[in-house]
């Protein structure tokens, strides 16, 4: 078992760019979401997804796209990329989002927009 | 032991001494409560979880007490080694709303 692997882990992109970052895991869990970590906030949630061809948006979805065509499989794409979008961006996941199981997180994607 | 009663960025705790991380939760809704772990260029590890329909639970070397009435979560790690050292944050959900929302951490460093 890999757990959750993002790729790739680090990035540097030029503003107006756009990109993938990508996000699988080999557990079979239904639930996989999308974080953003900055320096004193803390994670903040950007979309998840409660199963396959289902996402909804988190606390800052704004310049940020997801889809979920697989179980295995949650990307992240950054449509035109900005300054402000600089952060680490976790992956994690749980076997169903309404049993009471903890996120398993990737070791992240580390992300600097010029 | 070193404690902090309200909940601070950072503490520094002597090796062997117990410590007590302290989080306040906003949500009276939120049932389900998880303590995750930070190394420096790795992602959050879990280290215990607790249902809110429980005020205590222990784990290897951890205990989480939980006080729903003043929405007050805390870990207590006892024996603190310097592998203990890193950011620790406090989450919560709310069943029905699948979100976990997480606290903006504690950095514990280990003095030797």
């Known amino acids: 078992n890999a757990g959750v692997t993002q790729t790739p882990k680090f990035q540097v992109l030029k503003t107006g760019q756009s990109m993938t970052l990508q996000c699988a895991q080999d557990?079979?869990?239904?639930?996989m979401s999308w974080y953003r970590q900055d320096p004193g906030m803390g994670l903040r949630l950007i979309h998840y997804?409660?199963?396959?061809?289902?996402?909804d948006q988190g606390e800052v979805p704004n310049g940020y796209n997801v889809s979920r065509s697989t179980t295995e499989d949650f990307p992240l794409r950054l449509l035109s990329a900005a300054p402000s979008q600089t952060s680490v961006y976790f992956c994690a996941s749980s076997s169903t989002p309404d049993r009471d199981s903890p996120l398993h997180f990737g070791n992240g994607t580390r992300l600097t927009v010029t | 032991g070193e404690s902090v009663g309200l909940h601070l960025p950072t503490l520094s705790v002597q090796e062997g001494d117990n410590s007590i991380i302290n989080c306040a939760y906003s949500?009276?809704?939120?049932?389900?409560f998880i303590w995750y772990k930070q190394e420096s260029g790795k992602g959050p590890q879990f280290i215990i979880d607790?249902?809110?329909?429980?005020d205590k639970r222990q784990g290897q070397r951890v205990t989480v007490l939980l006080n729903k009435t003043v929405k007050h979560l805390s870990l207590q790690i006892a024996a603190t080694q310097p592998g203990d050292s890193a950011v620790y944050f406090c989450a919560e959900r709310v069943r029905a709303d699948y979100k976990l929302s997480f606290g903006a951490g504690t950095t514990v460093t280990v003095r030797a």
């Open positions: 949500n009276s809704a939120s049932d389900y």
């Open positions: 557990m079979n869990h239904e639930y």
């Open positions: 997804s409660v199963g396959a061809g289902i996402t």
């Open positions: 607790i249902r809110s329909n429980m």
